[in-house]
């Protein structure tokens, strides 16, 4: 189904199954680190099943649960902070625009692919209520004018993390600060958390 984080096991007594997973060890102390980290060819990190849930073991195309990739996505994308915003940007050597910065988080901690722009992002996966946003929805702005052109990753208590605009980084923001209550258009949760 999909990826999720660095083997479990990896430096451990392999016999020896976590009853969680716990990314602390992984979590890298700067954007500089990102950017000279090697990723996996699939640009993804695997996960040892056994080491998420005790059942999955005997069936190795169990997903992981979906909480734990929820945690991942909002870990990996606050390692991204203070990376600066680059209009078209893809990769946090050269910086991020919203939907890269998305893309970027969606294809290194889960192993998919989102659409490349905010717009094509907000018409993919399924609507999600304000009120009933969860850790990893994506949430969207209208900045110009009607159409959709500005997105980010919510974080929970009100939070997202976002590359807003040049001359800015990657930041969090609020929900409820004035100038994205104003512009807010609404939230998707793509398929990989549904």
Known sequence: ???????????????????????????????????????????????????????????????????????????????????????????????FDCSGFVRYVFHHSAGVDLPVDSASQYRAGINVARADLKVGDLVFFKIRGKRVSHVGIYLGEGRFIHSPSTGKSVSISRLDEGYWTRRYAGAKRPDVLS
């Open 1 to 95: 189904m999909f990826l999720l984080a660095l083997a479990a096991t990896q430096g451990t007594d392999a016999t020896a199954a976590p009853s969680a997973v716990d990314l602390r060890p992984w979590q890298l102390e700067s954007a500089s680190a990102i950017a000279s980290t090697a990723w996996p060819a699939s640009g993804a990190f695997l996960v040892d099943n056994a080491a998420i849930a005790p059942d999955a073991a005997a069936a190795p195309d169990v997903a992981a649960p979906i909480g734990g990739l929820r945690k991942l996505l909002a870990e990996f994308s606050m390692t991204l902070q203070n990376i600066r915003y680059r209009r078209g940007g893809r990769d946090p050597k050269t910086g």
